[in-house]
């Protein structure tokens, strides 16, 4: 039987080019979204991959949804943590609600998601979880203290639970994008975009497929001795060590 893959915020953008990528592969491919129905029901329309409304920020909603897609696919041997929002402003600036929705949607989805998945991947002895965080994790960016805490989490989430899965045939990865031509880049204004691009050594943004072909090779079994990394992918525009 195919392997069955969790996409969060696989309706659109980067989710959207992973959730196609991974049917391409061969996968049973089901893709979680947030709210916006009517992209949700073109893409379902379009790509035959099942849609599942739910707030990843939401742990009961998490682990309902979760077991609707069992129900429907089977049990998770693939999730990738995808869906993410931004609220940015300076801090002095940020609101208690700007911090929180960040925080609860970027991160705490993590634990929501993965919490309801990962006995049984440990019981079955194969997974894999593969974590979109962001170059504004690994480097900062003003204006975003609530993202960039956010996706730097991310990436201590992944370094730690590689470590407890690793003898259980689990790898845990993270993916960092730089900027990425979808919905939350095109919320730039086009003066600050001008400037980001410039920034970037290969001259352009990023394709969501060009994350999304990381995400499959993460997946893969050729990938099996690769955990706990973080697989840079922004043009050359921060270089991490
Ligand atoms: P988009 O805004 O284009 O799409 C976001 C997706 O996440 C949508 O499917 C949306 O659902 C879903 N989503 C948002 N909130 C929730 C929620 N609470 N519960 C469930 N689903 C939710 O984002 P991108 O494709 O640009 O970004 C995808 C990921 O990549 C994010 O984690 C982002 O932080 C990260 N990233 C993006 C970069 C970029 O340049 N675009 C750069 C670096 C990282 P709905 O359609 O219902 O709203």
């Known amino acids: 039987m195919a392997r069955v893959a969790i996409v969060t915020g696989g309706t ?6 992973i959730a196609l990528a991974l049917k391409a592969k061969g996968y049973r491919v089901a893709a979680n979204y947030g709210g916006n129905d009517e992209a949700a029901q073109a893409f379902q329309a379009e790509s035959g991959i099942p849609v ?3 707030d990843v920020g939401d742990y009961d909603a998490c682990v309902a949804g979760i077991a609707q897609v069992t129900k429907d696919l089977g049990e998770a ?11 940015d402003a300076m801090l002095h600036k940020m609101t ?7 925080i609860r949607v970027d991160l705490n989805s993590l634990f929501n998601m993965t919490r309801p998945v990962i006995e049984g991947m440990r019981a079955r002895g194969w997974g894999r979880i593969v974590n979109i965080s962001s170059i504004n994790g690994q480097k900062g960016q003003m204006g975003q203290t609530n993202y960039s805490a956010a996706k730097a989490g991310v990436i201590g989430f992944t370094k730690a639970l590689a470590q407890e899965t690793a003898r259980k045939g689990i790898t845990v990865n993270a993916v960092a994008p730089g900027y990425i031509d979808t919905d939350m880049v095109a919320a730039v204004p086009e003066k600050v975009l001008e400037g980001i691009i410039a920034q970037i050594p290969v001259g352009r943004l990023g394709k969501a497929e060009e994350i999304a072909a990381c995400v499959a090779f993460l997946v893969s079994d050729a990938a099996a001795f690769i955990t706990g990394a973080t697989l840079t992918a ?3 525009q921060y270089i991490a060590g």
């Open 12 to 17: 659109r953008g980067i989710g959207r080019a």
């Open 52 to 54: 599942y409304k739910w």
């Open 77 to 87: 041997d693939i999730l990738v943590n995808n869906a993410g929002i931004t609220r």
């Open 96 to 102: 208690p609600e700007q911090w929180n929705e960040v």
């Open 234 to 236: 922004n043009g050359g």
